[in-house]
């Protein structure tokens, strides 16, 4: 994942700050405070642009994203041109649990056997299908091995030739199993991104804004805050610039949200799936990767709060300016 990729959801926290603190700045109106929120963005202003210009000279100037820091050292960039960008996935994974499998072999003839193997999970939870639950065996499958349920069942408790196929997830240090927690989880979903190469233009074009848009709209969210805290530095009030800013910001967490959701829709549209190559099904471990949608309500829900917040403010502005008048 990009650094930026975890400094962009930070600017829900950002929007949340510039709601709250205006309100508690307006209660308690403190410099040292304005002051020290004005150093922090602005240091965070001027660490974001070095990133990105560094980022942009990693593409220019190097063939393969990286170079030689040290004797013993290299630098790398997240992404390049050579090697492909991030595109957002959806990433499913099923382990199969632990099972128990009994080969029973039945005499056909008196000169032949033939055998015939029955399965069911360690965990009872685990046996959602039928056929893997003694009880609810194939009836067809048990007169063919000339079986009846309870004498199944004994089987799996009593034989020696039980075979143990499956895996068990556990929890601890490595290779130390903790004695505390446990879990039966047997499958994962989570959000992530997969770095592909394209060799379509607009696929890479679409690449390259979804990987370079956060940071611009981070730079710009950056210089509007570290600006509205100089404008509080030297007077408080409800002033038509502050509401600009304000305005300026819920619109930019807005747009760079549809951006982003219009970006993952394209991508959708390219691959279905993504998988590897000669790999067995069988080994008890199932891995898709789906392309998905890229969406945070909440930095929508924080935008146009800001919206609404500047309405407000452009308001007070007004009221301001009839008092002073009236005065």
Same mark, same amino acid.
């Given at each position: ?168 997830l556990q929890i601890g240090f490595s290779f130390e199993k903790n004695q505390f ?27 390259? +804004?979804?990987?370079? *848009?956060? =940071?611009? #709209? @981070? $730079? ?11 404008? /509080? ?55 898709? +990767?789906?392309?998905? *949608?890229? =969406?945070? #309500? @909440? $930095? ?11 309405? /407000? ?15």
């Amino acid at each position: 994942m990009n650094t930026i990729d975890i400094i962009y959801p930070m600017l829900l926290y950002v929007g949340l700050l510039i709601f709250f603190g205006l309100v508690i700045i307006s209660l308690f109106y403190n410099k040292n405070l304005i002051r020290f929120l004005n150093g922090i963005f602005t240091i965070a202003f001027w660490s974001v642009l070095a990133f990105f210009l560094f980022q942009i000279s990693m593409e220019l100037f190097t063939d393969n994203g990286s170079f030689k820091a040290s004797e013993n050292g290299r630098m790398h960039s997240k992404g390049h041109y050579s090697k492909g960008y991030n595109v957002p996935v959806k990433i499913d994974l099923y382990i199969s649990p632990p099972k128990e499998e009994l080969n029973y072999k039945k005499d056909s003839t008196n000169q032949s056997t033939s055998s015939i193997t029955f399965s069911r999970f360690i965990n009872p939870n685990d046996n959602f299908f039928k056929d893997n639950i003694p009880g609810n065996f194939n009836k067809q499958r048990l007169e063919a091995a000339g079986l009846t349920e309870k004498k199944l069942d004994s089987f799996f408790k009593n034989s020696s030739g039980i075979k143990i196929t499956g895996n068990k997830l556990q929890i601890g240090f490595s290779f130390e199993k903790n004695q505390f927690l446990k879990t039966s989880t047997s499958s994962f979903t989570t959000e992530g991104y997969l770095n592909i190469k394209s060799s379509n233009w607009f696929f890479t074009l679409c690449q390259l +804004i979804r990987s370079y *848009i956060p =940071f611009i #709209i @981070t $730079l710009l969210i950056l210089y509007q805050l570290k600006s509205i805290f100089k404008l /509080l530095k030297k007077e408080f009030n409800f002033s038509l610039e502050l509401s600009k800013k304000i305005k300026f910001i819920g619109f930019l967490l807005v747009i760079g949200q549809l951006l982003t959701l219009t970006l993952s829709v394209i991508f959708s549209f390219y691959f279905k799936y993504a998988g590897f190559e000669n790999t067995s099904q069988n080994n008890g471990i199932r891995l898709n +990767i789906n392309p998905s *949608i890229e =969406f945070d #309500i @909440t $930095l929508i829900l924080v935008g146009l709060s800001l919206l609404l917040l500047s309405i /407000l403010l452009n308001k007070g502005h007004h009221i301001q300016q009839e008092n002073d008048l009236t005065i």
